[in-house]
Nanobody, 117 residues
Framework: QVQLVESGGGLVQPGGSLRLSCAAS????????MGWYRQAPGKERELVAGIIFSGRTNYADSVKGRFTISRDGAKNTMDLQMNNLKPEDTAVYYCNADWPAAGRTYWGQGTQVTVSS
């Protein structure tokens, strides 16, 4: 069973930056599509940024130009650099890996990001 562990969340002021990291227990990133999701209280979980095996990325309109997703298969890590954070970015952020060839989907435990003055 693959485990994903997020880190890097915390409290930051509006306009500040955070870097989230997702570490996998095995080398699966080259086999999967990856993404960062977030969920605020009372809201549905939404895709923030995704990256597929080719390296192609996509972002939610609300974070374009502010967030950058990256993946390092050699290190089994995936990061989300978040700049110019806004209060509406406050949510629990989850790491996701989808491995359709194996019929598996993996989720991390989530890390809290709070943007407040």
């Amino acid at each position: 069973q693959v485990q994903l562990v997020e880190s890097g969340g915390g409290l930051v002021q509006p306009g500040g930056s955070l870097r989230l990291s997702c570490a996998a227990s095995s080398n699966i990133f080259s086999l999967t599509s990856m993404g960062w999701y977030r969920q605020a209280p009372g809201k549905e979980r939404e895709l923030v940024a995704g990256i597929i095996f080719s390296g192609r990325t996509n972002y939610a309109d609300s974070v374009k130009g502010r967030f950058t997703i990256s993946r390092d298969g050699a290190k089994n890590t995936m990061d989300l650099q978040m700049n110019n954070l806004k209060p509406e970015d406050t949510a629990v952020y989850y790491c996701n890996a989808d491995w359709p060839a194996a019929g598996r989907t993996y989720w991390g435990q989530g890390t809290q990001v709070t943007v407040s003055s």
